[in-house]
């Protein structure tokens, strides 16, 4: 009797080995299969939870979801949570803001969804899911109409009107000097396309109505608006974090006075993006949209260059006469919505997008010249502009200099102050093209010196 011959690689099909049936035909469960079905299975759950939160209607399945989310990309890579709420008025949220409704609704409204029981961390990484793979929206406008369609990060009470007298809003504009170019910039806050690189310094000695106009527009911009001091060196890459989404920063009772002439705040009205640092988490750009207003019983240490003279609104503002209402602010609220269509109305008329809003600079050319007269005087104590005869047709390293040495001696002699010193080489340099170089003179002396004068006592 042959043999059977056994196939490679196994019994033959039906063959028994110590008494076993063969169950090669049994489909065994792979492990690795299991888990990439668990897998499928749970992003599945994450994605349908994602739409939940954004009331898509893909997720009719599940109980409407009791708020509304998206998603805004404020920079590439950098997303920021928005909760829309009643009339489409919006607010941004932390992340965490996000999971603690997320566990909520599992534990509250989805009790007879058992796949849907998640833990802490699954309702973490269902957030994470959606923040980063849903579709992000337009920014919502910073401010609308009540009846403007369109998401929004404030809704306004009133219609846009035309012609309705305001009073209370007339008066005080009589006692602000730029009153017209204020109304403009008040204007510009309505489009997005507006310069950002001017500025409002409103200043007044007190019970002058700066302090009700600003709180008039914190109640017309809501979460649109910040209240901010200028930061401390040490805290400037995370203080720039809390401008995003903000049309207008105001700066109340403001002694920084010489905040606008820094370079940090150029950097924040330029058109650049900057650099921002939320707390514990990577730097990225970003393009700013704020504008910029501060209140102060101070006058800004401004300088008579170009750069300041154009960008600076100049607003004094004399005292209301006689007692002060409390009902002050009330009765301008009243008059809200027909100041800020005049202002609009102004501001379209007369200025328009991305132009630069005409302001009276005399006031500010005034304020200018009185904080230059120190400089002046140290040029008048201790320098000689003019150039002498026996230097005219020599070079700047033979005749027409101050040496470094020199010249900080005598800073120190006039003030102590390092950032004096600053300011005064600065001035220098822009008024007069005194410049610091390195030279080097006939006699061999080499090394920096401040061409374009002479000590007085060596002419």
Same mark, same amino acid.
């Given at each position: 009797?042959?043999?059977?011959? +056994?196939?490679?690689?196994?019994? /033959?099909?039906?063959?028994?080995?110590?008494? $076993?049936?063969?169950?090669?035909?049994?489909?065994?469960?792979?492990?690795? $299969?299991?888990?990439?079905?668990?897998?499928l299975?749970?992003?599945? &759950?994450?994605?349908?939870?994602?739409?939940?939160?954004?009331?898509? /209607?893909?997720?009719?399945? &599940?109980?409407?979801?009791?708020?509304?989310?998206?998603?805004?990309?404020?920079?590439?890579? $950098?997303?920021?949570?928005?909760?829309?709420?009643?009339?489409?008025?919006?607010?941004?949220? /932390?992340d965490?803001?996000?999971?603690?409704?997320?566990?909520?609704?599992?534990?509250?409204?989805?009790l007879?969804?058992?796949? !849907?029981?998640?833990?802490?961390?699954? $309702?973490?990484? %269902?957030?994470?899911?959606?923040?980063?793979?849903?579709?992000?929206?337009?920014?919502?406008?910073?401010? +609308?109409?009540?009846?403007?369609?369109?998401?929004?990060?404030?809704?306004?009470?009133?219609? *846009?009107?035309?012609?309705?007298?305001?009073? &209370?809003?007339?008066?005080?504009?009589?006692?602000?000097?730029?009153?017209?170019?204020?109304?403009?910039?008040?204007?510009?806050?309505?489009?997005?396309?507006?310069?950002?690189?001017? @500025?409002?310094w409103?200043?007044?000695?007190g019970?002058?109505?700066?302090?009700?106009?600003?709180?008039?527009?914190?109640?017309?911009?809501?979460?649109?608006?910040?209240?901010?001091?200028?930061?401390?060196?040490?805290?400037?890459?995370?203080?720039? @974090?809390?401008?995003?989404?903000?049309?207008?920063?105001?700066f109340?009772?403001?002694?920084?006075?010489?905040?606008?002439?820094?370079?940090?705040?150029?950097?924040? %009205?330029?058109?650049?993006?900057?650099?921002?640092?939320?707390?514990?988490?990577?730097?990225?750009?970003?393009?700013?949209?704020?504008?910029?207003?501060?209140?102060?019983?101070?006058?800004?240490?401004?300088?008579?260059g170009?750069?300041?003279?154009?960008?600076?609104?100049?607003?004094?503002?004399?005292?209301?006469?006689?007692?002060?209402? /409390?009902?002050?602010?009330?009765?301008?609220?009243?008059?809200?919505?027909?100041?800020?269509?005049?202002c609009?109305? &102004?501001?379209?008329?007369?200025?328009?997008?991305?132009?630069?809003?005409?302001?009276?600079?005399?006031?500010a050319?005034?304020?200018?010249?009185?904080?230059?007269?120190?400089?002046?005087?140290? #040029?008048?104590?201790?320098?000689?502009?003019?150039?002498?005869?026996?230097?005219?047709?020599? %070079?700047?390293?033979? *005749?027409?200099?101050?040496?470094? %040495?020199?010249?900080?001696?005598?800073?120190?002699e006039?003030? *102590?102050? +390092?950032?004096?010193?600053?300011?005064?080489?600065? !001035?220098?340099?822009?008024?007069?093209g005194?410049r *610091?170089?390195? #030279?080097?003179?006939?006699?061999?002396?080499?090394?920096?010196? @401040?061409?374009?004068?002479?000590?007085?006592?060596?002419?």
């Amino acid at each position: 009797m042959d043999d059977k011959k +056994k196939p490679e690689g196994g019994l /033959p099909s039906g063959a028994k080995s110590n008494g $076993v049936e063969d169950d090669s035909s049994i489909e065994v469960p792979n492990p690795l $299969v299991k888990e990439k079905e668990a897998r499928l299975r749970k992003a599945e &759950l994450y994605e349908n939870l994602s739409l939940a939160l954004m009331h898509h /209607p893909a997720a009719r399945c &599940l109980p409407p979801f009791p708020a509304k989310y998206h998603v805004n990309e404020v920079s590439p890579g $950098v997303r920021q949570i928005v909760m829309e709420g009643e009339d489409g008025v919006c607010k941004i949220v /932390p992340d965490s803001h996000v999971v603690q409704a997320l566990l909520s609704y599992c534990h509250r409204d989805l009790l007879s969804f058992p796949d !849907y029981c998640f833990t802490h961390s699954e $309702v973490s990484a %269902t957030a994470c899911f959606w923040r980063d793979y849903a579709h992000p929206i337009a920014k919502p406008a910073a401010v +609308k109409w009540a009846s403007d369609e369109g998401l929004t990060f404030r809704r306004l009470p009133w219609n *846009r009107m035309n012609d309705q007298p305001t009073p &209370l809003f007339d008066e005080l504009m009589g006692r602000t000097s730029n009153a017209l170019a204020l109304c403009y910039f008040i204007g510009s806050l309505f489009d997005p396309g507006a310069d950002r690189q001017q @500025y409002v310094w409103m200043r007044g000695d007190g019970q002058d109505g700066k302090s009700s106009l600003a709180r008039f527009i914190r109640r017309v911009f809501g979460n649109s608006v910040a209240f901010e001091h200028p930061p401390s060196p040490a805290r400037e890459h995370f203080w720039v @974090y809390n401008l995003l989404n903000k049309r207008l920063v105001v700066f109340p009772d403001c002694n920084a006075v010489g905040f606008p002439v820094s370079g940090l705040f150029k950097s924040l %009205t330029g058109d650049d993006p900057v650099r921002v640092e939320e707390k514990g988490q990577p730097a990225f750009t970003a393009e700013l949209e704020a504008k910029f207003m501060f209140l102060s019983n101070d006058a800004p240490r401004i300088e008579s260059g170009k750069a300041d003279m154009r960008r600076i609104i100049l607003c004094e503002m004399a005292q209301i006469k006689g007692e002060p209402d /409390p009902g002050y602010e009330e009765a301008l609220w009243r008059e809200g919505g027909a100041f800020l269509s005049k202002c609009i109305d &102004l501001y379209e008329r007369d200025v328009g997008r991305g132009r630069r809003i005409p302001v009276d600079t005399e006031q500010a050319e005034d304020l200018a010249a009185a904080n230059e007269e120190p400089y002046e005087e140290f #040029i008048e104590r201790y320098l000689d502009l003019e150039m002498p005869t026996e230097a005219e047709g020599k %070079t700047e390293g033979q *005749r027409w200099h101050v040496r470094g %040495t020199e010249m900080q001696r005598l800073m120190k002699e006039w003030s *102590r102050e +390092k950032k004096d010193h600053s300011r005064l080489k600065k !001035y220098l340099d822009r008024a007069h093209g005194i410049r *610091r170089k390195t #030279i080097k003179t006939p006699t061999g002396w080499s090394g920096k010196a @401040y061409v374009g004068c002479l000590r007085k006592q060596q002419v």
